[in-house]
């Protein structure tokens, strides 16, 4: 029996990626700061970790005295150390470098201008009080993060000078490790980008042994407050773009020179081209791959990942079986509260296109907006599949609005 490492912190969104390991016949270990009680029965032998510091990480494994077959990450914050632990034990995983890179936007920017690759005017700010200065270089509008950060936290849109104000104020209140450790990564560190208009995509990539394979492209929709609503695969889009944006991806990931790991590349197509958002070292989140790919293409993803980690043939894995549409929305209240009602149409389940619908939050539990909180307004959300990504797209958006009812508590009182 083959044993794998999973290092990070495990939420129930990716129990899928635990059964694949499982389905495969392998030893299941889980490196984290918390066990997951959910998926105990997946999980062999856990090992209590502080992943923020990898050198303490390290030695806990040399003092394990057990050897590993291959070591992944589902987990935007341990991209680095999962790096790190393949090296150590001479596993195959992204070199530390490329990791690194994809960790950080700035790094990933210098490395974007280094290569000639048609890039966003960017400034590195270690200091609030320089944002004025990079504004003068960059100009309205323009948005600014932290370059560590991950699922859209932190992101903050500044417009005018009367904005700039406020913006750091939310900054100061809200980008502590207090409020996530996620923040402890370059901490105190921000990129100033212009902002770019265009319509949003991912790229999904399974990279092995210098082999850079583009799985497809995934087209995202996302709210004001940076956050994504609706997720389909593949993307609708004409051939000529699909090329270009493929071609954008492959010399970007050439460029930082990442491989043996899954990758998920943000990008806008604009009207001057295709423009890199950012690139993450593992594979994307919010059911694009553990749900809209399978549903779509037949390809797994999950499984492929795993393989990688283990330097084991993806071929079989990432071949398209059928090419339809996939398409996920997520269920967001009209403001932020707390839950009084969920109310679902039972002729939803009666539609054939229907796949599946989750309650991430139940009555009694709040739904925060940003900068409150980040990634918390979501109550759920719901997969629809159909023969085209135009159709399932459709379907995802209709249902929702047709059939799903969420009331609230009136937020003044209950937020």
């Known amino acids: 029996m083959k044993k794998i490492l999973f290092v990070g912190s495990m939420y129930d969104q990716k129990i899928g990626v635990l059964k694949e390991a499982k389905k495969m016949g392998l030893f299941v270990a889980l490196m984290g700061n918390d066990y997951p009680s959910w998926g105990s029965k997946y999980i062999d032998l856990y090992i209590k970790s502080n992943n923020y510091d990898s050198s303490d990480a390290l030695e806990i494994l040399d003092n394990l005295n057990l050897k590993f077959d291959g070591v992944v990450t589902f987990w935007d914050r341990d991209v680095e150390l999962t790096s790190k632990i393949a090296e150590h034990f001479d596993l195959p995983g992204c070199p530390v470098k490329a990791a690194t890179i994809m960790r950080n936007k700035y790094l990933t920017r210098k490395v974007i201008s280094k290569y000639k690759i048609p890039n966003i005017p960017y400034k590195l700010i270690t200091d609030l009080s320089t944002l004025n200065s990079a504004i003068k270089k960059i100009g309205y509008p323009a948005i600014i993060k932290p370059v560590s950060a991950s699922s859209s936290k932190g992101i903050f849109e500044i417009n005018s000078e009367k904005d700039i104000d406020e913006v750091k104020e939310k900054i100061i209140k809200t980008i502590t490790p207090e409020k996530d450790k996620m923040f402890l990564y370059n901490k105190g560190k921000f990129i100033f980008e212009q902002f770019i208009t265009g319509q949003e995509y991912s790229v999904e990539s399974v990279i092995q042994n210098g082999n850079i394979n583009i799985i497809g492209i995934t087209e995202k929709i996302t709210n004001n407050q940076f956050e994504e609503v609706q997720h389909t695969h593949p993307a609708p889009i004409d051939k000529n773009n699909e090329k270009r ?22 990008i806008k197509l604009t009207k001057e081209g295709p423009r890199i958002v950012e690139v993450n070292g593992r594979m994307g989140g919010d059911y694009i791959n553990t749900d809209l790919v399978p549903l779509a293409r037949g390809i797994n993803i999950v499984r492929a990942t795993l393989q990688v980690s283990l330097n084991e043939s993806i071929r079989d894995a990432i071949s398209p079986k059928f090419n339809k549409g996939a398409s996920v929305r997520f269920i967001i209240p009209s403001h932020a509260g707390t839950i009084k009602s969920w109310k679902i149409d039972k002729e939803l389940f009666k539609k054939k296109e229907f796949v599946k619908i989750h309650k991430d939050k139940k009555v009694g539990e709040k739904i925060l907006f940003p900068p409150n909180a980040f ?27 047709k059939y799903v009812r969420i009331d609230m508590y009136d937020k003044k009182s209950n937020c």
């Open 375 to 401: 990634h918390d307004t979501r109550a759920g959300y719901l997969i629809a599949k159909n023969s085209t990504a135009e159709k399932a797209k459709k379907n995802a958006q209709e249902f929702v609005d």
């Open 245 to 266: 944006i493929k071609e954008t991806v492959k010399k970007v990931l050439k460029a930082i020179g990442a491989d043996n790991c899954t990758t998920h590349t943000e």
